[in-house]
């Protein structure tokens, strides 16, 4: 299992952005996809997660950040609008299998991550 973020550049304030999650060697049915970002010296947060229950979005990015898949669920966007600088950070996706977990928006109940993508806003 495999994912594969891309998609993070460097955008101004007010930007929007899609990034991109790539899985090889399996699908996202029967898990859940979520979106993760980091900032040096803090802890990794959760943003937004799909799963079978629905959809959780952290209070920081909503109604600005959605998360879709593609017909073939092998590969999870995040769309990003009206970005401010403090979205900067490296963005994550991870999964986890359905049943696995009971926070999906926790990182430590995700099993499979993906490398990151940065993304710089500036003012």
């Known amino acids: 299992v495999q994912l594969v973020e891309s998609g993070g550049k460097l955008v101004q304030t007010g930007q929007s952005l899609r990034l991109s999650c790539a899985a090889s060697?399996?699908?996202?049915?029967?898990?859940?996809v979520g979106w993760f970002r980091q900032v040096p010296g803090k802890e990794r947060e959760g943003l937004i997660c799909?799963?079978?229950?629905?959809?959780d979005v952290a209070d920081s990015v909503k109604g600005r950040f959605a998360l879709s898949l593609d017909d073939a669920q092998t590969t999870a966007f995040l769309q990003m609008n009206n970005l401010r600088p403090d979205d900067t950070g490296v963005y994550y996706c991870a999964a986890v299998s359905e049943g696995d977990y009971n926070d999906c928006l926790w990182p430590a109940e995700m099993d499979y991550w993906g490398k990151g993508t940065p993304v710089l806003v500036s003012s």
């Open positions: 060697g399996y699908t996202f049915d029967d898990h859940a």
């Open positions: 799909l799963s079978t229950s629905g959809i």
